[in-house]
């Protein structure tokens, strides 16, 4: 009866897809287990992770620090409205709008002049649910289901604009589109700038399915081990996408796309308490018709775009290689410390506009691009191993991002709590 209740809860843990979380340019990756040795039939691992991180830096498309509202560039406030379809409510902004852009052309104005600098202070707290399960031969499953809670608040600007001449920061047609930024987002059914965004999200759900094989004792080797792990998955979109009313928006999964990845990871140890490995993994994402907010002005740049319509969403696959380190003091039984550089990069997703007549492809995907984050991880792990059938696991872990192209610069601290249950059938 035991016995088979033991085999109940293992078939239930084995539909529950999970998977290794893939990172976001808004935080810097979290990093699994990558040393993970065990390939006992049956044993499961159970983890629950939290990570926290807040920051105002941001890093744009060319690697410069700027504040995190400006990673997409400064926000061509006086262009906004170029090629957006008409707003009978603000025809008198639009018309000011016009002549000042015509003007401004025309009499050689400063390129500063009319752009905002965004700022605000972005915070997460992100649990992650993890579970690895093997079955018999080197064959497991794992994954995750991430959920987030994400914030930017304090949200203000800085005027770029000159501070002096026609065409300044005291300019009154100029003054007159600042004093109505808000005007202006809610004619296209925005919220207003300042209001905070918050959201509470699932992340997306990712699964896999592995092989992993452990050579131990290997004769005339100098090396004592090596471990070669392979695993193909998908991702599903259980995550939020962007919220088509905040200025500021950021999604909780990968914008509804479901996506094919893989992973191939290897682990030499050259004694008992010193281990080598490099890991590389990738997910390409499926294509798929989206509603976005788009550019209409190859001039428009920053955040906030305000026309609104549908497109072919392509692209934005992701890839990643990490070695790594792995001690384990001989002096401190069942202590394992790590650490580990990555390098992350997704490529940008294009966009293929339905109404060709509003939206140019080129305008539309003239800033798309995606993100480059190179990152180092520390983690701690120290496992009770008083019982051998239930054994309980404690993580405390950084991840930190040191050089990198559009992305949020958030470093991410956090702890793990885990339990290893070795079935024994």
Known sequence: MIKNKKLLFVSLLIIIPSYADMGHYYKALFLPNVYDTDTCNWHTKLRLYYGHGNT????????????????HGEQNWLKVLQGVPPNPSITSLRNIADTLVTDAQANGASPQFGKLSFDGTFAINDFMFFLRQNLKCGFFIKGSLPFRDLTIDEISFTDLSPDTGEFSKSNPDWVTLKDNINRILHAYDLHSYQNPFKKTVLGDLMASFGWQHVFCNIPGA????????????????????????????????????????????????????????????????????????????????????????????????????????????????????????????????????????????????????????????????????????????????????????????????????????????
């Open 56 to 71: 105002n830096k941001g890093r744009n498309i060319l690697g410069e620090t700027t504040p995190i509202l400006d990673i």
């Open 222 to 425: 100098v090396i004592d081990l090596l471990s070669i792990r392979i695993e193909a998955g998908f991702s599903v979109p259980t995550g939020s996408t962007l919220d088509l009313s905040e200025p500021f928006a950021l999604p909780g999964g990968y914008l509804k796309h479901f996506g094919l990845g893989g992973r191939a990871n290897m682990l030499i140890g050259f004694a008992s308490y010193l281990q080598l490995g490099l890991e590389i993994d990738g997910i390409k994402f499926i294509d798929k018709t989206v509603t976005r907010r788009m550019r209409t002005n190859i001039n428009q740049s920053g955040f906030i775009a305000l026309a609104l319509g549908k497109a072919y969403e392509m692209g934005g696959d992701r890839y990643g290689f990490t070695p790594f380190i792995v001690f384990r003091p001989p002096f401190i039984s069942n202590l394992t410390l790590l650490a580990a550089y990555s390098y992350q990069r997704q490529k940008s997703f294009t966009l293929c506009p339905k109404d060709t007549q509003v939206f140019d492809t080129d305008i539309v995907n003239a800033f798309m691009t995606g993100y480059v984050m190179n990152l180092i991880h520390l983690k701690v792990n120290y496992k009770f191993d008083y019982f051998s059938c239930i054994v309980p696991t404690i993580d405390i872990f950084t991840d930190i991002p040191i050089r990198a192209k559009h992305i949020f610069s958030t470093t991410m601290i956090g702890c793990g709590l885990g339990i290893n249950l070795n079935w024994n059938f």
